[in-house]
């Protein structure tokens, strides 16, 4: 099935934002598929559209009711990236709560897209951010930073049940945390060596792990190198881990200073090997 326009889907993703910002709620959740999913952070436990229906409410309903409903949310968008029936929006959300504490959050989005009854609806939303960094932005408010947190907790039990809070409360635990960090960093600095056995050695299968842009055919590491211009520097920054992704703002820096490849880079990581199974750098030019 062919994807949606670029132009269209970027519409739908920037109706999200929109409809939480005035607190429509049936507008907001009528953007979601059939088969819906939203992880938001990843690495907690996602919502699905249509499961768990309880008091009228599924999963997606109960997600509003918790995390958008009783605050003001506004996106400050830096960038939208589209490849295939993906859009990635690197973001930094800011979000006033009910006790009145402000906090701003860093994150990338990654939208995955179909088109269902004539309109382009979303599929999943998968919102990386650290869960650990706002909780000690939240914190760091005192009082009113820990009375935020307790109240939160108590309306997630009171809406979602003690399912939720452990669900949720996953996002604290699980995932690759500091290490992929670490890792992303690596790569960076082997791609600059052109070393492919150090850029086979942090991949859980050296064979082909990486789509540069995203969607394109998975290089090994030999290819990946090739596809790289020539004495070019890759630099990371606003690098984030959220389950067993790391994500990144990424700069392929020619050695001329000419024009310079910029995106974000998702590393995906096999919780087993703890080495990464997909890295995907997607950029401006990757739309169809």
Known sequence: MNAPSPDRMLEAVAASPERVAVHDKAGWLELFARDAVIEDP???APHRKGRGARRGEDELGRFYETFIAP????FEVLEDLVAGAEVVRD????T???TGLSIVVPAYLLYELVEEDGEVRIRRLAAHWELQRLSAQALRGGVRGLATMTLLSVRMLRVQGASGVLGYSRGLVAGIGGRGRTIADSLAAAANRRDAAAVGALCARSDACLEHPAGAAPLGPAGWLEVLPASSRLRLERVLSAG???CARYEI?????AAAERGVLFL???PAARRIARARFFR???GE
């Not at 605050?71 to 506004?74: A, M, Q, Y």
């Open 42 to 44: 990843v690495g907690s």
């Open 71 to 74: 605050n003001e949310i506004s």
């Open 253 to 257: 820096v020619p050695a001329d200073r």
């Open 96 to 98: 006033t709560l009910s």
């Open 244 to 246: 067993w992704v790391t």
């Open 91 to 94: 973001v930094r959300i800011h």
């Open 284 to 286: 401006p030019d990757t």
């Open 268 to 270: 995906r990581f096999d």
